[in-house]
């Protein structure tokens, strides 16, 4: 799985996906680039070839180097949902593969209406279920 975090509107994504390599990343990327992405990693290699493309800008907050925060560019929002993902999922063990998407929305869902008001939450789930 994948977290991405958009900082401009702090909308979370969790990705489900088959492999962890460079293609995957940049069709992750590629579905949510509207202009030049910065991309902000925790030294994973399979966002080493970011670098070469002008499309993106990288800032890499390697952990293995006990580097955790550098000036704006950190992970800890993504670290922290997708940790938040694993307690949720923890107890319904052996979530297949083909429902693990359906999961991850409606984890999603909840996250979105959380804090919102009685109407404001009903219209929220109103508009995602249709």
């Not at 962890?20 to 680039?33: F, K, W």
């Not at 319904?92 to 404001?120: C, D, M, V, W």
Request: hydrophobic content about 35%; proline content about 4%.
């Amino acid at each position: 799985m994948f977290t991405l975090v958009d900082r401009g509107n702090g909308q979370r994504y969790v990705v489900p996906a088959k492999s962890a390599d460079e293609s995957t990343v940049r069709l992750l990327l590629d579905e949510r680039q509207e202009e030049s992405v910065t991309v902000y990693t925790d030294g994973f290699r399979a966002y080493d070839p970011l670098e070469a493309d002008e499309n993106f800008q990288r800032e890499a907050v390697i952990h293995s180097e006990g580097e955790y925060v550098d000036g704006e560019a950190h992970v800890n929002t993504c670290e922290s949902h997708a940790s938040l993902v694993r307690r949720w999922l923890s107890p319904h063990r052996g979530i297949s593969k083909n429902k693990l998407t359906p999961y991850l929305r409606a984890f999603q869902l909840r996250r979105r209406i959380l804090r919102k008001p009685g109407r404001e939450a009903l219209k929220e789930i109103v508009r995602t279920v249709l």
